[in-house]
């Protein structure tokens, strides 16, 4: 992947985001939150709305109640982003229980076998019709071997169940086992390092308050990083608040892209200054986003507030004087 200048100019850097307020974060930011054992993760989604005195919350990716570990909660505008993590890759660390004593190596030959496409038919209880699909599961390693218990980390594709993985491989195995433990460790962009516990959030909120915001602000991150991993789109000044009405942006007012986009990806729209514009709907390969007309991308998502650029209206042509 490669950045690429309409102009064929050199790409100069990328002005750095304005600091945003707090007030401004709250607005548009994300929280990842390392999800407790013992709540649903819409009573998260509520706590954090709860400490934080929002009107709008929302989480990606939901963690049945005993699972602990990532949980990306999005604030206010920035809900509008979530759909872009639903569809992220994953990574959980679990517990699996032999229930019979096996040999290391037979586990790892079996790893080897799950590892790649593979065909699941979500558990019972799930959120979604129990159809057999297709998933895949990019790597999977032991970290721990110790009698019938197996600690293991593994990366997969959204929509993957491990419990049912584990289910599965116990039956390929011939002793059958089950997931004793589960922790999500990265969700997308977000992963275990950056999460934090809801009490550490509500001591942050109340030192804010008491006019120290050095938590709070480490905490928040910009709406802008829940687009990490989409292809982006950077557009002219002039055209920002166009976009921002819903206008389809037109091949004049692309900046600069990145050239794998293909048509009907969904990318992120940027400003120069890198903030998130919207997202849209590529409407042409990247290898005509330098013709000098005809539609890039159509909005699907505006997320900028109308008027944060000036609006660029085309100037008129004075009219010839009369002989």
Not at 23 to 50: C, M, N, R, W
Not at 287 to 297: L, R, T, V
Request: hydrophobic share 40%; charged share 25%; net charge positive.
């Amino acid at each position: 992947m490669a950045m690429v200048s309409r102009a064929d100019e050199p790409i100069p850097p990328s002005d750095p985001v304005p600091e945003r307020s707090v007030e401004q974060l709250l607005d548009f930011g994300i929280v990842v939150i390392d999800k407790p054992s013992g709540p649903t993760s819409h009573q998260v989604s509520a706590y954090v709305q709860q400490i934080l005195h929002i009107r709008k919350s929302g989480h990606s990716g939901t963690l049945d109640p005993q699972v602990t570990g990532v949980l990306p909660v999005a604030l206010g505008r920035a809900t509008r982003t979530l759909g872009c993590l639903l569809s992220a890759g994953k990574e959980y660390v679990a517990l699996m229980h032999l229930h019979a004593p096996v040999k290391e190596s037979s586990v790892k030959k079996v790893f080897h076998t799950f590892t790649g496409t593979i065909t699941q038919l979500p558990p019972v209880r799930s959120s979604v019709k129990r159809q057999s699909r297709q998933r895949k599961v990019y790597a999977m390693e032991i970290l721990e071997f110790h009698g019938q218990d197996v600690l293991f980390r593994a990366d997969v594709q959204a929509g993957t169940y491990i419990r049912k993985l584990i289910h599965d491989m116990g039956q390929r195995l011939g002793c059958g086992a089950h997931m004793a433990e589960l922790r999500r460790t990265r969700a997308g962009p977000f992963f275990e390092r950056q999460a934090i516990p809801l009490h550490d959030l509500a001591d942050a909120f109340y030192y804010w308050k008491q006019g120290n915001d050095k938590a709070i602000r480490r905490f928040i991150l910009p709406g802008e990083d829940c687009v990490s991993q989409l292809p982006k789109l950077w557009v002219h000044d002039g055209a920002v608040d166009a976009v921002c009405h819903g206008s389809p942006l037109a091949m004049p007012g692309i900046e600069r892209f990145e050239d794998t986009i293909m048509a009907g990806d969904t990318i992120a729209l940027m400003s120069l200054k890198g903030e998130l514009i919207g997202l849209a709907r590529a409407e042409q390969d990247a290898s005509h986003f330098k013709e000098e007309h005809g539609i890039a991308a159509k909005s699907s998502a505006v997320l900028m507030p109308v008027g944060t650029y000036e609006r660029c209206v085309p100037k008129v042509k004075a009219a010839a004087p009369e002989k």
